[in-house]
């Protein structure tokens, strides 16, 4: 009995006999077809990008806005500061003047019963000096107004004194010594202001009437 060669020139397929299946042709596709779906794909990208490109600038525009209003913060902030530490300041200082007018006072008033050259009367302009060096390292400076213009910004008119002598608007008197700190009004002068004299009234003669003359 004869047997069937096998064949040994097939794969696992050859084995058993059977040929191998062909392979499938590929679906020709059309020219027209494969662009349109290539354009499809392009507007599809340009979408997305623009989509992306527009989350970007949004992203973009809200950070530039949180950081402008950070910086806005830190000079309001800043600001506050400032102003509360001036204020502070500025009340010490007020209250020291005070101390500074009232030690002026008394040493005036000493001078009327003490010796100038006593101890007492020493001591107490050594402390005065030294308390007015105080005040003008701090940046206190005393306001002119004896014979300066009248300044509403500087000066508070108390009341006001017709003299014809002066020049009109002019401080008369000084009543309480003001102070700026650093360039800003501390505390205004009290003032006397100089004002033209009222015109003397001229007296009205009623007209005579016929019948009496």
Do not use: W
């Not at 209003?69 to 830190?74: A, P, S």
């Amino acid at each position: 009995m004869s047997r069937k060669k096998l064949s040994t020139d097939a794969g696992p397929a050859g084995l058993t006999g059977e040929e191998p299946p062909a392979p499938a042709e590929p679906v020709p596709v059309a020219p027209e077809s494969a662009m349109e779906a290539l354009q499809a794909d392009l507007a599809d990208a340009r979408k997305q990008l623009f989509e992306a490109q527009s989350r970007a600038d949004g992203n973009l525009a809200l950070l530039q806005r949180v950081a402008a209003d950070y910086e806005n913060f830190k000079k309001f902030s800043e600001r506050e500061r400032a102003e509360a530490v001036l204020r502070e300041r500025s009340a010490m200082l007020s209250d020291y003047i005070d101390c500074v007018e009232n030690l002026e006072r008394a040493l005036d008033a000493g001078a009327k019963e003490l010796p100038p050259e006593s101890k007492l009367m020493k001591g107490l302009r050594l402390t005065l000096d030294l308390m007015k060096a105080a005040v003008e390292r701090a940046g206190v400076k005393p306001i002119p107004a004896a014979g300066c213009q009248f300044d509403p910004t500087l000066h508070e008119a108390v009341y006001f004194v017709p003299d014809k002598t002066k020049p009109e608007y002019s401080i008369a008197e000084e009543l309480r010594r003001g102070y700026t700190l650093n360039g800003k009004v501390l505390r205004t002068s009290k003032v006397c202001v100089v004002t033209r004299p009222a015109p003397p009234k001229e007296e009205v003669q009623c007209p005579k009437d016929d019948k009496e003359a």
